[in-house]
């Protein structure tokens, strides 16, 4: 009888349960997930962590111990270089059994195995979940509650007075400026709605009055600018006279020009008629010479 007996043989001899832990071992650390029953995946567990666990301090001894158990060198160079850095913080835990179902001949139960800090995707959705986490506050008293519940029932009634100035007045700086320094007075909702109706009343005044004062100085600003363009026309009318002034003195001057045109034509003709004369004095001579001529023949 198994009284007391916690471990499951798994249906092997003990020789044989031995072959099985350390060859499944081996895989798991090369592979770092395996395809197995639940039954076997909780055997490997309790097998592989405390292998685990001795491969944080690299030394002769403690790789000794590990290869006594996997008899594969590739897999302990592997768990003390790999799978030891990527555990070095975790103080224990380092496998995962996520279940798949059932197994269609037999009906076992069937599983995944594999080491916690490879799987990276369920890291991140582990990191995800703890900042989506916050504390909620305390409860609040009823008075706390009463004080909110006040604040919205004023709220909703300023909207609508806003809309009725926005249609009535026109909105400028000043304006927007007069009803923010209006002073809100919060009072109780229960058996006090008459004071907010003054106040509002109130503020609607000063409203309108200082909209009335804005008007009036815009008024005053408009007249001095139609006075400005009133000056300007004046300038502009001497002017035009002091133009009228410069063209009746260009007038003389270009009667000055003709005249002094007409100098140079009258000089040019009296230079042309001497040298007229002159050719003609030539032929006359000739004329002279051939009469001298005929007497002498004679």
């Given amino acids: 009888m198994r009284h007391r007996n916690k471990i499951n043989s798994l249906g092997r001899k003990a020789a044989h349960r031995k ?23 909780k055997a490997l567990r309790v097998y592989v962590e405390p292998l685990i666990t001795r491969s944080k301090e690299d030394s002769t001894h403690s790789r000794r111990m590990v290869f006594s ?23 224990g835990g380092y496998t995962r059994i ?108 000063q409203v309108k009055d200082t909209a009335a004062e804005t008007i009036a100085d815009q008024d005053e600003v408009k007249v001095p600018e139609t006075e400005a363009k009133e000056v300007k026309a004046e300038e502009k009318e001497p002017e035009t006279e002091t133009k009228e002034v410069e063209a009746e003195e260009k007038e003389p001057e270009t009667g000055a020009e003709e005249i002094k045109a007409e100098k140079p034509v009258a000089e040019k003709a009296e230079n042309e008629e001497p040298t007229e004369e002159k050719d003609t004095e030539p032929g006359d001579d000739s004329e002279k010479d051939a009469e001298s001529d005929k007497p002498a023949d004679k």
């Fill in 69 to 91: 158990y996997l008899k594969n060198k590739y897999a302990v160079s592997e768990l003390f270089r790999e799978v030891a850095q990527k555990v070095a913080d975790r103080p």
């Fill in 98 to 205: 996520l279940k798949t179902g059932f197994r269609k001949g037999d009906g076992a139960e069937m599983c995944f195995i594999e080491l916690v800090d490879y799987n990276t995707a369920m890291l991140e959705t582990a990191e995800e979940t703890q900042q989506k986490r916050t504390r909620r506050g305390r409860r609040r008293g009823k008075k706390d509650e009463a004080a909110p519940a006040a604040q919205t029932t004023t709220g909703k009634e300023k909207p609508a007075e806003t809309k009725v100035e926005e249609s009535t007045v026109p909105e400028t700086e000043e304006q927007t400026a007069a009803v923010e320094e209006t002073p809100v007075v919060e009072t109780p909702v229960e058996g006090k709605a008459e004071t907010i109706e003054a106040t509002e009343e109130k503020a609607i005044e």
């Fill in 19 to 41: 072959e099985t832990m350390s060859s499944m071992a081996t895989a798991l650390i090369l592979h770092k997930r395996i395809n197995t029953t639940v039954a076997k995946a």
